[in-house]
């Protein structure tokens, strides 16, 4: 059975930095593009970056442009997510997701607070 469990989050102040980790099992990570969302209380859960299987193609939502790195090692059936500059917008919990033309699976999300 596939599953994404997301971890790293946290407290941080704003100008501070996190990097957030989705560990994968149960599929074949190297076959699924992966993305991170964000949904912050009382909003609609939102992209923040994606990647394609390989790596080669990576895009970000403009909240986190500049600011955000999402990698994956492949080898480690990882995805991360570099998050330097933390606003207190950034608040939410952050989601990975594993995304194939036939299925999406998701994990349990990771709450980032981002407050002094």
């Known amino acids: 059975q596939a599953q994404l469990v997301e971890s790293g989050g946290g407290l941080v102040q704003p100008g501070g930095s996190l990097r957030l980790s989705c560990a994968a099992s149960?599929?074949?990570?190297?076959?699924?593009?992966m993305r991170w969302y964000r949904q912050a209380p009382g909003k609609e859960r939102e992209m923040v970056a994606t990647i394609s299987s390989t790596g080669h193609y990576i895009n970000y939502a403009d909240s986190g442009k500049g600011r955000f790195t999402i990698s994956r090692d492949n080898a480690k059936n990882t995805l991360y997510l570099q998050m330097n500059s933390l606003k207190p917008e950034d608040t939410a919990v952050y989601y990975c997701?594993?995304?194939?033309?036939?299925?999406?699976?998701w994990g349990q999300g990771t709450q980032v607070t981002v407050s002094s």
């Open positions: 149960g599929l074949t990570f190297s076959s699924y593009a």
């Open positions: 997701s594993a995304v194939s033309a036939w299925i999406t699976y």
